[in-house]
């Protein structure tokens, strides 16, 4: 079976006591984008942790059902939006909100990094995150998902349950839409 | 006090610089997805994610392998 993507993966590092090379491959392939759209679709870091575990865990057991009809991305980003929609629904993200400082640690940039980038990219990242929860739900996942160039516009038509004309025609919008509150967030 | 000097210069203009960069990163995007590809790069996942993958796959009944793996195994 041809599931595309995996021999993207850098050698095996994180994960040595994992099932198979194959899941270390398919997560080093992947969990930094699925972090990163779990982190802002649920604006929490540490919820974020722990959807990318659960979407993980997910992904592997289900492994051996995955018919690489779509690329490996692909699903994961399917299992990923399916399970942050889930958690928005819950009684607990209605009620329970992250606190500010929760950001600092998450959008840790590299050490070599100077403390006046290190507060830019922070005040960058709450930014980002104050901009997209203003949204609809809708441009947020379109954002964030055609952000990823390594999707293609019919990967992200089919994630989003449209067709690709109508995620450019939404995509338009949906930036117009960012700049505009992105500008309330200064 | 000529060294102090050459070193407060060379600090200045490594400020400067840092300060240029982060502007010029910062700042310059073309479009929403830029700045959100930007801030993809800048955040990483924490490695206790992987960690909690391992020991709740050492929790899990064990995977099973293709067939191809069991008959030449």
Known sequence: MDKPLIEQAPPAQLLPDLASEELTALYQAHHREIFYLNLRLLGDPQRAEDATHDVFLKAFTKWKDFRGDSSCRAWLYRIAINHCSNLRQTWHNRHIFPAEEDFVEDNAPANTDSPLRVLEIKELGDRIQKTLDGLPEEYRLLLLLVADQELSYDEVAALTGQTPDAVRGKLHRARKAFTAQFQKTA | ?73
């Open chain 2, 1 to 73: 006090m000529k060294y102090e000097k050459k070193f407060r210069q060379e600090e200045q203009q490594q400020v400067s610089e840092n300060q240029l960069q982060s502007q010029q990163t910062i700042h310059d995007f073309a479009t929403p997805e830029d700045m959100l590809r930007f801030d993809a790069k800048q955040t990483m996942t924490p490695n206790s994610v992987a960690e909690r993958l391992n020991r709740s796959l050492k929790n899990q009944p064990r995977l099973a392998q293709p067939w191809w793996k069991r008959l030449f195994s």
